[in-house]
């Protein structure tokens, strides 16, 4: 075997091992035992001169060298897995691969059935995959390369994601239509504050923000019932349980809800596009981006490649 073919074994072996950060799970993902990976791995650093991982115990966190040689060598893995599909798509022919993304579920309830629609239509021997997870777990698939991209909403910028925000939706109140606060075209935060709310599981974003602005203002809040994905929310507000602040996302406009904006004290919430800076683009992605917007292809091309600190 040549030089240049165990090198390119050896640095896909490190690239897994870099976003796993494991040696189990690297060999999981390239169907090889340990021992090989490990053995990859050092030959490596032999070859480098240099370590690349700093080893403890059953840990493993990539050094600053390594961090350089990961930029710098994954392009060129990504680009050599996806050769065939990339050659196709320059002669015109994207119509087979896999395309796998992450998302939660009001993205995927509320955003994304238009543009798989679409895809579907355009290229139906693409195998699309959704992926239905919270936003920390989407970074970590995305990180681990078990996603090509995810779609949602991201309120704190990560310095290894790129994001491109395309959507925005408008904070607002839902009561039943029989609520006191119903008959109201504007509210306060005291207005709300007597009255249990519905929310989400409290490690989400929203739950976040509604502490914060009632807290800010030295407002007290009472959340009476948690519940998961908008559409429950919905129906446990229209039920008479509780009041909820959601973004318009959710809302069809046939709900038997009253709905009371809020936008003096919550800001708009953006939807988008969400890449690992230094992922490889795929001519599936490609297609799918456009789709959504049509600037969305460069700007990634552009930001993605942009460095990252170690």
Excluded at 114 to 135: D, H, M, Q, W
Excluded at 136 to 158: N, P
Excluded at 179 to 195: M, V
Aim: aromatic share 8%; proline share 6%.
């Amino acid at each position: 075997m040549s030089n240049k073919q165990n090198r390119l074994k050896q640095l896909r072996a490190f690239i897994h091992v870099a976003q796993t950060g494991s040696i189990s799970k690297a060999a999981d993902k390239l169907f090889l035992s340990q021992p090989s990976i490990s053995l990859q791995i050092k030959a490596l650093e032999a070859e480098v001169d240099t370590v690349l991982f700093e080893r403890r115990g059953p840990k493993i966190k990539i050094t600053p060298a390594g961090k350089i040689l990961y930029d710098i060598s994954l392009p060129l893995i990504e680009g050599m897995d996806s050769l065939n599909e990339t050659f196709s798509a320059q002669m015109g022919q994207i119509d087979t691969g896999t395309l796998s993304i992450a998302a939660g579920e009001s993205t995927i309830l509320y955003i994304l059935p238009k543009f798989v629609a679409e895809f579907n239509k355009l290229y139906p021997n693409i195998s699309l995959r959704l992926r239905n997870v919270t936003g920390r777990d989407g970074m970590s698939m995305l990180r681990a390369d078990e996603a090509d991209f995810a779609v949602g909403s991201m309120i704190e910028r990560v310095e290894d994601m790129a994001y491109f925000p395309i959507f925005n939706f408008d904070p607002v109140l839902i009561t039943p239509k029989d609520h006191p606060l119903s008959g109201k075209t504007k509210l306060s935060l005291q207005d709300i504050s007597p009255y249990g709310l519905i929310l989400p599981p409290r490690h989400l974003s929203t739950w976040r923000m509604v502490k914060m602005a009632f807290e800010q203002r030295n407002i007290p809040y009472k959340v009476t019932l948690e519940a998961g994905g908008w559409e429950v929310i919905k129906k446990y507000v229209s039920m008479g349980l509780g009041i909820s602040i959601v973004t318009d996302i959710c809302l069809h406009g046939d709900e038997n809800i009253n709905v009371i904006p809020l936008g003096d004290y919550f800001p708009k919430r953006s939807y988008g596009v969400v890449i690992r800076k230094g992922k490889h683009i795929s001519p599936q992605a490609r297609s799918f981006f456009e789709l959504m917007h049509e600037d969305l292809p460069n700007f990634l091309n552009k930001d993605i490649h942009k460095s990252i600190k170690v």
